[in-house]
T-cell receptor, first 112, second 117 residues
Framework: DADVTQTPRNRITKTGKRIMLECSQT?????MYWYRQDPGLGLRLIYYSFDVKDINKGEISDGYSVSRQAQAKFSLSLESAIPNQTALYFCASQGLATDTQYFGPGTRLTVL | AQKVTQAQTEISVVEKEDVTLDCVYE???????LFWYKQPPSGELVFLIRRNSFDEQNEISGRYSWNFQKSTSSFNFTITASQVVDSAVYFC??????????????FGRGTQLTVWP
């Protein structure tokens, strides 16, 4: 079984709709991250959380919000989706004792 | 500020050729980590290697090898005797060990490697 899972894997929605992307990890990691990947731009950090009570903005947080419901769960919301939020979204987790982030399989989001 | 540059946007080689993917980074930190990730056509990100800035020894893992040179701020990745299955986008990344952005990965824009049969 995958250690970091993301749901849904693919989503097509319309402009103005509210969308939630979910991430769960079974590695017992404290730190979780949301990244966005656009062609030719690499991955950019949206939000990150070092524990349940700690949420931090990344470099491109505008238009997004997050919720850390539990140590294992970290959700990303688009309150009112717009077409330039069409991208591949990755969740990652990292433990305090490890220096490596492990990524989920990604969610491909299309906003029409 | 931290920055990772992968100047090669796309590389094409024929199977069995050796290929080197370049990565140059910028940081004022004295300690940091460097990473390589592979993104195959299926889209997931696969961790390949982590290197601590204190450790400049080159590393080899099968057909993969990494050359870390602090003097030139480079962390290059070589695939020997490339195979079609090596076709993917490869990302280099840097992580700080201190500061307000501790834990964040700074990614390069990636290099698309295509290996032709």
């Amino acid at each position: 079984d995958a250690d970091v899972t993301q749901t849904p894997r693919n989503r097509i929605t319309k402009t103005g709709k509210r969308i939630m992307l979910e991430c769960s990890q079974t590695k017992g990691h404290d730190r979780m991250y949301w990244y966005r990947q656009d062609p030719g731009l690499g991955l950019r950090l949206i939000y990150y959380s070092f524990d349940v009570k700690d949420i931090n903005k990344g470099e491109i947080s505008d238009g997004y919000s997050v919720s850390r419901q539990a140590q294992a769960k970290f959700s990303l919301s688009l309150e009112s989706a717009i077409p330039n939020q069409t991208a591949l979204y990755f969740c990652a987790s990292q433990g305090l004792a490890t220096d490596t982030q492990y990524f989920g399989p990604g969610t491909r989001l299309t906003v029409l | 500020a931290q920055k990772v540059t992968q100047a090669q946007t796309e590389i094409s080689v024929v199977e069995k050729e050796d290929v080197t993917l370049d990565c140059v980074y910028e940081t004022r930190d004295t300690t940091y980590y460097l990473f390589w990730y592979k993104q195959p056509p299926s889209g997931e990100l696969v961790f390949l290697i982590r290197r601590n800035s204190f450790d400049e020894q080159n590393e080899i893992s099968g057909r993969y090898s990494w050359n870390f040179q602090k003097s030139t701020s480079s962390f290059n990745f070589t695939i020997t005797a490339s195979q079609v299955v090596d076709s993917a986008v490869y990302f280099c990344a840097l992580r700080r060990t201190r500061g307000s952005t501790l834990g964040r990965l700074y990614f390069g824009r990636g290099t698309q490697l295509t290996v032709w049969p």
